[in-house]
């Protein structure tokens, strides 16, 4: 509300969305909290769009987004990591402005060994007319994005959010099932101490990969040595170097020649929030928040945090020739 008063033309609408998603991350945490306990852990027995099994929690998340949002005349179509094609508002709804894209929950092997997972959120203005919104309203350049934000269910839920006035943090008090700002104006440090990537895929990357990854590890000319951290899901991996500093990578490698990660579900807001908060983000060669997205669920590699890291990277990997490691 602090940040819609600087913009006098403001309706007060997209803080009611804010406000919708506050509600669906509630529902959410109460239910991954007690995860344990009710008979939601394990799959779903279904395959998403991606070909991944869907875990009942997944699914679970995915519909509680939807459904706080779809009735409110807020948006005109959402978009799910989940779902294969955009879900427009029922014609008999009213059809808002907004455009939410979202994976309901990051991270979801990490669902049933109790290590943190996350809910991603990117949020566009329509660019169709008006009536049920369409894919094309979906396919925007992150850069357009008006907010984008991530709910972390850790050891408390934090809701990050940016509007393009800087980034705010919210820890969720169960106590009064509020969220109350306990980060205010995030700045992420210009050079990490952390790097996070899944070293396992060592020898399906290219020599450039290989160089950086090396270099964080042992120290290379200004580049001083990282400890590594990775945890395996995203939210949580970028929450810590966000607050902390550190580089993600997910570059391109032999298995995943485009990466692995999703451009609009999981790079374009994440990255909007590096950006706001001082840090980077590019796909190996140019900022991710330029790529014009083709497909829905197109993926992209990805290399995240802190400024000079994402530059020592980006410098790397465009001298070798791709991004991330990819082909160009
Ligand atoms: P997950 O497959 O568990 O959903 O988006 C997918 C993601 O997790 C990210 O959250 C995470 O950073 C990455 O994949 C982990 O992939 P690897 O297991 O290949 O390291």
């Given at each position: ?14 803080s009611n ?30 395959v998403?769009v ?5 875990q ?13 949002v ?23 709804r ?7 894209l ?33 894919l094309?309203?979906?396919?925007q350049a ?27 943090g ?49 120290g290379?000319?200004?580049v ?69 997205p ?35």
């Amino acid at each position: 509300m602090e940040q819609e008063r600087l913009h006098p033309e403001a309706t007060g609408e997209l803080s009611n969305l804010l406000y919708d998603l506050c509600l669906a991350a509630k529902i959410i945490s109460r239910h991954v909290r007690r995860a344990g306990l009710t008979d939601i852990l394990g799959a779903h027995g279904s395959v998403n769009v991606q070909g991944e099994q869907q875990q009942n929690l997944d699914v679970f998340a995915n519909e509680t987004v939807r459904d706080a949002v779809q009735h409110t005349g807020r948006v005109c179509v959402t978009a799910s990591e989940e779902d294969e094609e955009p879900s427009p508002v029922p014609a008999n709804r009213l059809a808002g402005k907004y455009v939410l894209l979202y994976d309901p929950l990051d991270g979801s092997t990490n669902i049933d060994v109790n290590a943190s997972i996350g809910t991603i959120f990117s949020i566009h203005r329509r660019v169709t007319p008006g009536g049920p919104g369409r894919l094309e309203d979906c396919l925007q350049a992150g850069r357009r994005q008006v907010a984008a934000g991530y709910i972390v269910y850790g050891s408390s839920t934090v809701l990050v959010y940016t509007t393009g006035g800087g980034v705010h943090g919210f820890t969720l008090d169960p106590t009064i099932g509020e969220f109350l700002l306990s980060h205010p104006d995030i700045r992420t440090p210009a050079v990490g101490k952390y790097y996070s990537v899944n070293e396992s895929n060592w020898n399906k990357w290219t020599p450039g990969v290989q160089r950086v990854v090396g270099a964080f590890k042992n120290g290379e000319g200004p580049v001083q040595a990282k400890n590594a951290r990775y945890i395996g899901s995203l939210v949580a991996d970028f929450h810590r170097n966000l607050i902390a500093g550190g580089v993600f990578l997910y570059p391109a490698d032999t298995k995943s020649p485009q990466g692995k990660l999703r451009l609009l579900y999981e790079a374009a807001p994440l990255a909007m929030i590096a950006e706001q908060a001082g840090g980077a983000a590019t796909d190996g060669r140019a900022p991710i928040l330029d790529q014009q997205p083709k497909g829905l669920h197109q993926r992209t590699p990805l290399v995240l945090g802190s400024r000079d890291d994402v530059a020592f990277v980006t410098g790397v990997l465009s001298a070798e020739g791709g991004s991330a490691g990819g082909a160009r």
